[in-house]
């Protein structure tokens, strides 16, 4: 059955530190990928997006992820962490099965970000 | 003005009870899902439609029925709820329904006592 695995339930940096979010999927053939953030009392909102082309992706907030289809991995990354990306992250995967097109996610990881 | 709005945004209730929630979406989009949130985060999807037509029933009890008269709106009904009915509902909308990134709406809280 086709999922979408993150690691690390939460995650503590240094406000200033560098930052990468793990995600692993199964799925047959290469689904379309996605980072949503959700800040407390929100909704999600998309980050960033892959299905092909160049495996780095680049997103909102100065977020990027990288596709690695040996390792079907999909890691999100920022290069320094403010205090207001503390939030939680949710990798998910779009694909097409039984009755349709639809996106499955992570179970998410939450962010801390220490001053 | 808000893309995905939802109401109401907290909702408590007794056992038993009916209510319902309401989603509206001035995107223009032809796809809105309801997703259910638990208390782990965990995110699922429940319905898709596609231009009013259900195209996605995930394994639901046939005590939530989603409604959606035109394809700018759905709403989810529920019928004598339940204290696992407490979660958050989150209604999201695409422009086409397959590829595309998913619009989410603030959220309902729903606690059932």
């Known amino acids: 059955a086709q999922s979408v695995t993150q690691p690390d339930i939460h995650i503590t940096v240094s406000e200033g530190a560098s930052l990468e979010l793990r995600c692993n999927y199964s799925?047959?053939?290469?689904?379309?990928l996605f980072w949503y953030v959700q800040s407390p009392g929100q909704g999600l909102q998309l980050l960033l997006k892959y299905f092909s082309g160049d495996t780095l992706v680049q997103g909102i907030k100065g977020f990027e992820a990288e596709f690695k289809r040996s390792q079907s991995s999909f890691n999100l990354r920022k290069p320094s962490v403010h205090w207001s990306d503390a939030a939680e992250y949710f990798c998910a995967v779009g694909l097409f099965g039984t009755g349709g097109f639809k996106t499955i996610f992570g179970a998410g990881t939450r962010l801390f970000v220490k001053a | 003005d808000t893309a995905v709005s939802q109401t109401p945004k907290y909702l408590v209730t007794q056992m038993g009870n009916d209510k319902s929630i309401k989603c509206e979406q001035n995107?223009?989009?032809?796809?809105m899902y309801w997703y259910k949130q638990d208390s782990k985060k965990f995110l699922k999807i429940m319905f898709s439609?596609?231009?009013?037509?259900?195209?996605i029933n995930e394994t639901v009890p046939n005590r939530f029925s989603p409604k959606s008269p035109d394809k700018a709106h759905l709403n989810l009904h529920i019928n004598s709820l339940e204290l696992g009915d407490s979660a958050v509902y989150f209604c999201?909308?695409?422009?086409?329904?397959?590829?595309?990134?998913?619009?989410f709406g603030s959220g309902t809280q729903l606690s059932v006592l």
């Open positions: 999201a909308s695409s422009p086409k329904g397959f590829g595309e990134k998913l619009f």
């Open positions: 799925y047959g053939a290469t689904p379309y």
């Open positions: 439609y596609n231009n009013k037509e259900l195209i």
């Open positions: 995107l223009g989009h032809d796809t």
